[in-house]
């Protein structure tokens, strides 16, 4: 577990919130890729994507209890932006299709409800968004990452029916693929 002393006081406070409703937090995005040393560029925002049970809880009683203590709440197709007080950005994704049991049992504790995916889960959340920096991140990700489990990444891959955007990657950055 990281020390709770890394991770920003109002990062802290939102990861609460979400705990107080029994919802867990998978750091995703850039930052997790430089947790796992997979990438070198730096971001601004803080990307999670959570778990939770009922959606029309998360917008009311999640919204709600962020503009309580300050924050400001806009919704998005994806989920909540988060902006808090001192300017960081927090981006909380509603759970995505590959956030499952295998995924949860590969992610490594950070702090009390913070995990960090596997690398070959965290690409894949890439290609699901393949923005321009995605693409970007993944080829960065095969440059300087250890050891990747590829079995693994192309079975998530399948699950999610990516092959087709992954292979098209895969042929530009020569790697094999799935």
Known sequence: MVNLMEIPEELKEVLNVLRSMNAKAY???????????????TTKD??????????????ENLTNELRKRGFTV???????????????????????LLLDKEF????TKIAENLYLPSLEDLIVTKLMSLERKDYSDIKEVFKLAGKIDFDYLCKRIKE?????????IAKRIGVKKC
């Open 27 to 41: 750091l995703i995005g850039a930052r997790a890729l430089l947790m796992h040393g997979a990438i070198a560029r």
């Open 46 to 59: 803080i990307d999670l994507m959570i778990t939770i049970e009922n959606l029309s809880i998360l917008r």
């Open 74 to 96: 806009q919704w998005r197709s994806w989920g909540l932006l988060v902006k808090t007080k001192s300017g960081i950005e927090i981006d909380i994704n509603t759970p995505m």
């Open 104 to 107: 949860e049992s590969r992610a």
């Open 160 to 168: 999610a029916n990516l092959e087709k955007e992954f292979n098209k």
